[in-house]
Nanobody
Framework: QVQLVESGGGSVQAGGSLRLSCAASESIVRIRVMGWYRQAPGKERELVANILSGGSTNYADSVKGRFTISRDIAKKTLYLEMNSLTPEDTAAYYC????????????WGQGTQVTVSS
């Protein structure tokens, strides 16, 4: 079982930047997919970005060009660099790790709040 701990959330003004971190309890090399999701009040949780074990990345259209997902395998940490933040980015951000291929299992962090004021 993988434990995930997010950090780096906070309050910023529109146009600002934040970097989220997600520390894993074990090596992330074998994790098939790691990603960031977010959930705003009254809305469903949505994928923000993910990175596959081979290093390829995917982004939601709403964050392309502004957010960058990356990982440091040695530090067992996933990152989300967020630039040009807007109030629409306000949400709780969750780290996700998906293990297994045939019967994948999802692990989630506790979430970190990002609030962007106009």
């Amino acid at each position: 079982q993988v434990q995930l701990v997010e950090s780096g959330g906070g309050s910023v003004q529109a146009g600002g930047s934040l970097r989220l971190s997600c520390a894993a309890s074990e090596s992330i090399v074998r994790i098939r997919v790691m990603g960031w999701y977010r959930q705003a009040p009254g809305k469903e949780r949505e994928l923000v970005a993910n990175i596959l074990s081979g290093g390829s990345t995917n982004y939601a259209d709403s964050v392309k060009g502004r957010f960058t997902i990356s990982r440091d395998i040695a530090k067992k940490t996933l990152y989300l660099e967020m630039n040009s933040l807007t109030p629409e980015d306000t949400a709780a951000y969750y780290c996700n790790a998906r293990l297994g291929l045939i019967s994948p299992t999802d692990y989630w962090g506790q979430g970190t709040q990002v609030t962007v004021s106009s």
